[in-house]
């Protein structure tokens, strides 16, 4: 059936004429055109999920003739952010040749190495597994995606039945069968025995479209998903209540995020018992529909049924047996509880592999939940960094929307154990995880700086994002906390920036700004304590204001927020670390400084106890010593350069030289060097190392440790 552009209710038609018509002859610019809009649309397809192609006739580079080559998604790639570099480039003729020496199903793995002998195009990415299903259907566009509203069918009890009446024909039927080689002939043998249909609908899997242009091919993906959604949503509540209707009442959406924010970080500790794993919590409509429901205790269990969703969440989640409303004051018992609640997992996931491993199977992964459920407040999923867990959420949520469809018009039917276990121990799955880059030292880290929005706070900041770390920027002032936080996502992306208002003296913007942490991380890894003011006046005239406002950003506020982290740190149980910013003052008397130097000696003999006290903690505390940092700084500005031009009997111009002169090194200060010395109390090199301090003033012997 054609339908409307204008009709489309389900599904986003995204499709620009004037776009397109720049790329018209340009089949694979169209083809990346085509991917990405499909790819935007996240009840098309998720992160990462379904792959596309396209055909055309280019010259060989060796015999000049012309030949049919095939461009698809390369192996781990995105549709929705595809460029060209992401495409694999092979001979049609060599691809589809490989068939006279396949040896059969047994001997999938083995063709994959095999794609690599039909490259055309050098700079290829690696072929996927999906290749010959593309490769043997002889359509110049097509595309395989993973909608919800086709999977819902595709994983119901009745899913055959439904194609078949739904799309009276059009639209053929092939029962689940993991993708490779033997899946590809497959296809090209149902399109022979089905001539002119439109697509193909795989068995719990996904579905196959295609056209001979990238428009008519778009257009039929877009018109079978509306068909399949429309046909779903005449359904919900038919013969039911939704998920069987609501067991359990969800709390208010602000006591939701006070829960959820308190209990987080020890999901998070609990879920790190083998590596430590940054979380995602999500509380939205579809979530508390499921998780509120009387089916939930049904269909939780019975696991996902597409393979990229069960790949992302683990065979099933974790279901708390815990009131919505429950006092979570006591820590300890609620991590015992919990904790048994873990432990009885790993023991289903240790029996689920050794039932179902083989004798070549890759050794059991990481057996903690992924997904974890909480009745009346939310979702929570944990994994190696902030993107995948994100991901795997959004992969959830599309689990939940499959699983409600397919309750709604049959019955839900997830992979059997042993096709679950053959995907997610696969051979071929395991090389592709070998091959990911080595982590960054600072991977799996989650950061709190304050006073971050500029200078020294900032650098650090940036340092640490780009060693891998998900950082918390935060900042009085909120205009330049803005600025910072887009700067940041232009440059590394949403996923490991949040940016929350911090005013280290005021008690409730820190509990603001920890639960936000809590909320977007799922806890905290590393504190910095950067903020901080400076004033420079002669003994005499400072006043008890100076030294009081000195003394609460400073020292105050050093240990509210350090209180604030140890506290999460202790709840996690994975240790921790706290680097505080001071200053060579608090080991050099200045002229006219008495105030700042005597309470950044305060932070720095406080840096010592906290080193001793949590210690027995595995938290490190240990400090940095900057000087004169007049980079970005907002120390200087106030007054405080012309105060100290003043004591040191020079211009203001001459500051900076004169600073660096004084050092050994005679070189100026960076906050690049600052940033440095951050990183290296965390990376990795140093763990050993706790009470201490690091001097990056150029060399003043003044400022040596004695």
């Known amino acids: 059936m054609n339908i409307p552009i204008m009709s489309f209710k389900y599904v986003s038609y995204l499709w620009d004429e004037a776009k397109a018509a ?47 080559v095939m461009w698809i998604k390369g192996s781990g790639g995105d549709i929705g952010t595809m460029t060209r570099s992401g495409l694999a480039g092979l001979y049609v003729d060599k691809l589809r040749s490989l068939k006279g020496i396949y040896r059969g199903i047994d001997f999938e793995d083995e063709m994959v190495e095999l794609f690599n002998h039909c490259i055309y195009d050098l700079a290829s990415k690696a072929p996927s597994i999906d ?18 509203a086709a999977i819902a069918i595709a994983a119901s009890k009745d899913g055959e039945k439904i194609t078949q009446e739904l799309w009276k024909g059009a639209i053929a039927w092939v029962p689940w069968q993991r993708p490779g080689f033997d899946l590809g002939l497959l296809l090209k043998e149902t399109l022979d025995n089905n001539p002119g249909i439109r697509g193909i609908m795989l068995g719990g899997h996904g579905l196959f479209t295609w056209g001979d242009t990238a428009y008519e091919c778009y ?53 790190s018992s083998e590596k430590r794993m940054v979380g995602t919590f999500n509380d939205g409509d579809t979530v508390l529909q499921f998780i509120n429901s009387h089916d939930l205790s049904k269909l939780a269990p019975m696991g996902t049924s597409c393979p990229d969703h069960f790949l992302r969440t683990k065979i099933s989640p974790l279901v708390l047996d815990l009131a919505a409303d429950a006092d979570l004051s006591d820590v300890s018992a609620l991590k015992e509880s919990i904790g048994a609640a873990f432990q009885a997992y790993r ?86 995880l070998q091959r990911m880059p080595k982590e960054k030292p600072l991977s799996r880290k989650i950061a709190l700086i304050t006073g971050s929005a500029g200078g020294i706070g900032k650098g650090i900041a940036e340092k640490y994002v780009q060693e891998g770390a998900c950082v918390v920027l935060t900042d009085i002032d909120q205009s330049r906390l803005d600025g910072t936080v887009a700067e940041f996502e232009k440059k590394y992306g949403k996923d490991v920036v949040l940016g929350a208002q911090l005013d280290v003296t005021n008690t409730e913007s820190l509990a603001s700004a920890i639960q936000a942490t809590c909320l977007k991380f799922g806890g905290i890894d590393i504190v910095v304590n950067n903020a901080g003011i400076s004033i420079s006046k002669g003994f005499e005239d400072h006043t008890n204001q100076d030294w009081d406002r000195l003394n609460d950003i400073l020292v105050m506020g050093q240990y509210h927020v350090s209180r604030a982290g140890v506290s999460l740190m202790k709840q996690q149980g994975l240790g921790g670390d706290i680097v505080n ?24 003999h406080m840096s010592r106890l906290m080193a001793a006290e949590l210690a027995e903690d595995k938290i490190r505390v240990n ?47 960076k906050v690049s060097d600052i940033a440095d010395a951050a990183f290296a109390f965390v990376g990795g090199l140093l763990s050993k190392t706790t009470g201490n301090m690091l001097n990056v003033d150029g060399g003043l012997a003044a400022a040596f440790p004695r």
């Open 22 to 68: 720049k790329l018209e002859g340009n089949e694979v610019d169209l083809l990346i055109y085509r991917s990405n809009i499909l790819g935007a649309d996240l009840r098309i397809t998720n992160y990462g999920g379904g792959n596309t192609s396209c055909k055309t006739t280019e010259l060989d580079p060796l015999t000049k003739e012309p030949v049919e």
């Open 131 to 148: 290749t010959p299903l593309h490769g043997f259907l002889p359509f110049k566009h097509i595309d395989h995606l993973h909608p919800d």
């Open 219 to 271: 257009m039929n993906s877009l018109e079978v998903i509306e068909t399949a959604s429309a046909y779903l949503a005449e359904n919900y509540g038919k013969k039911r209540p939704v998920f069987g209707g609501e067991k359990v009442s969800s709390l208010a959406p602000e006591q939701r995020k006070i829960q959820a924010a308190k209990l987080a970080p020890i999901l998070r500790g609990l879920a």
């Open 347 to 432: 023991e289903m996931y240790a029996d689920y592999y050794e039932k179902h491993k083989h004798p070549n199977s890759p050794a059991m992964r990481d057996p903690n939940p992924v997904v974890i459920l909480w009745p009346g407040v939310g979702m929570f999923s944990y994994a190696k960094d902030k993107q995948t867990s994100r991901v795997a959420s959004e992969f959830y949520i599309n689990a939940i929307n499959v699983m409600r469809g397919a309750e709604a018009v049959s019955e839900y039917v997830s992979l059997p154990l042993q096709e679950a276990f053959d995907i997610e121990y696969w051979l071929l799955e395991e090389a592709k």
């Open 581 to 604: 910013v001071v200053s060579k003052n608090a080991l050099v008397a200045g002229p006219k400084n008495v105030a700042y130097g005597t309470a950044k000696a305060a932070q720095l």
């Open 623 to 669: 400090v940095v010593n900057p000087d004169a940092v007049i980079e970005n700084s907002n120390i200087w500005e106030g007054g405080w350069a012309e105060n100290r031009a003043k004591a040191y009997g020079i211009d203001v111009k001459d500051l900076p030289q004169y600073y660096a002169n004084r050092t050994l090194l005679k070189e100026s200060v």
